[in-house]
């Protein structure tokens, strides 16, 4: 009987031994990213980031940072560095072809490391 209790309170300490450190880490890495970006922008301020060197750009009405993205861009820095300092929103909806064609789910994944945050009514 003394041995069946042993063991109980051994596997009851190993259970909360694994699983406090697991949850903790969950909860930390999926409430930071959304907790971080939450900014009001106006078009003034993304105005002023209108170099290839200094890309800020609304799409859809948010405002993100493409500085990093420029020179990565699949379709070439020129065609995406234009908006830099402006609403892009066609163009990115578009790819500025005459026969709109629109940006793959992947590039859409892309965007929201770029997030500065919403853009100001
Ligand atoms: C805002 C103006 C933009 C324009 C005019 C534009 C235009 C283009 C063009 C012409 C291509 C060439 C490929 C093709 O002909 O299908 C392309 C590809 C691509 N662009 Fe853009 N782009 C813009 C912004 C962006 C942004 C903001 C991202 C992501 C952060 C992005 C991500 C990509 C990706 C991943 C591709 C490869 C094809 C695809 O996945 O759709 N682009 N783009």
Not at 54 to 61: A, E, L, N, Q, Y
Not at 69 to 79: D, L, R
Request: aromatic share 4%; net charge negative.
């Amino acid at each position: 009987m003394a041995a069946i209790s042993v063991i109980l309170a051994a596997t009851t300490l190993v259970g909360v031994g694994c699983g406090n450190p697991t949850q903790t880490n969950i909860n930390a890495t999926s409430t930071q990213p959304e907790s971080t970006t939450t900014r009001t922008v106006t078009a003034a301020e993304v105005a002023a980031h209108n170099a290839m060197n200094d890309c800020w750009m609304i799409i859809d009405g948010k405002v993100y940072d493409l500085t990093p993205f420029i020179s990565m861009h699949p379709g070439g820095p020129a065609t995406i560095s234009q908006y830099c300092g402006k609403d892009g929103s066609a163009g990115y909806a578009t790819k500025d072809k005459p026969n709109p064609q629109p940006h793959s789910a992947r590039a859409d994944a892309l965007l929201p490391q770029y997030l500065v945050g919403n853009l100001a009514n």
